[in-house]
């Protein structure tokens, strides 16, 4: 029987021709240039499915039927569930303070305008699940060190909105206050305008995010 290569065009992988064979791929999962590395696209999966679905509802074969990948590989980059969940929610709140701090260091536009940018961007996201319940349900199955590693994560958050609010009580733009309560209290409105109820009585993340700001900034400014 004639080798494969004997009848291809240009003859290529004679042996003594000059030519080298192309290399051939060990078989198994075809490659993924064109996708984002395993892992990354594991964890931007599932803290989607944990935001829309809660902690409870999601599996491991979910995400990774999901992901295009077998669970085992799942299991390759995350030991369980719990890891899982740790390391989605910290990417999600990392995520988070990285666009907060971009709209905020926007110079010239007041502190007002940027935090109604910051709200429109968040609540423009489909989140189904308050973060908060999010984090009651899965308490119970994380240990102290995830615990608290999200919620490190989540005080990052509030730290930078506390200074941007103290630069403006310095400044004269709102009043005197407590910075980090205005940041706990504006990130709480935001968590609120997030739930499905206060998302149906409101056209738009723009109009929603725009009566939030109305009512923070009657407080604050």
């Known amino acids: 029987m004639p080798h494969p290569h004997d009848s291809a065009p240009g003859g290529a992988g004679r042996p003594g021709d000059g030519r080298q064979e192309p290399k051939r791929r060990s078989p198994g999962r075809p490659r993924r240039e064109d996708r984002m590395p395993v892992r990354d696209e594991i964890l931007k999966t599932a803290s989607v499915l944990f ?11 979910g ?21 899982l ?5 910290i990417r999600m709140l990392q995520l988070a303070f990285a666009g907060t701090l971009r709209v905020l260091d926007q110079q010239g536009k007041s502190l007002r305008l940027r935090l109604l940018e910051v709200a ?11 973060f908060e319940a999010l984090m009651r ?8 060190e995830q615990r608290t590693a999200i919620r490190d994560a989540e005080q990052e958050l509030h730290d930078l909105l506390a200074v941007h609010f103290g630069q403006a ?9 407590n ?3 205005m940041a706990h209290s504006y990130t709480a409105l935001l968590m609120i305008g997030n739930r499905q109820a206060a998302k149906s009585i409101s056209a738009s993340p723009a109009d929603l995010a ?4 109305d009512m923070f900034w009657t407080g604050v400014g």
């Open 51 to 61: 935001m829309e679905q809660g902690y409870e509802a999601v599996s491991l074969s």
């Open 63 to 83: 995400i990774a039927e999901r992901c295009g990948v077998t669970k085992a590989s799942v299991y390759y980059h995350f030991e369980g569930k719990p890891a």
């Open 85 to 89: 969940f740790t390391a989605a929610v």
């Open 120 to 130: 429109e961007r968040r609540l423009a996201r489909i989140q189904h699940i308050e």
């Open 137 to 144: 349900e899965a308490s119970h199955y994380l240990d102290e």
């Open 169 to 177: 009580i310095a400044v004269g733009e709102i009043r005197q206050g």
């Open 179 to 181: 910075p980090m309560l």
């Open 210 to 213: 725009a009566q939030i700001m």
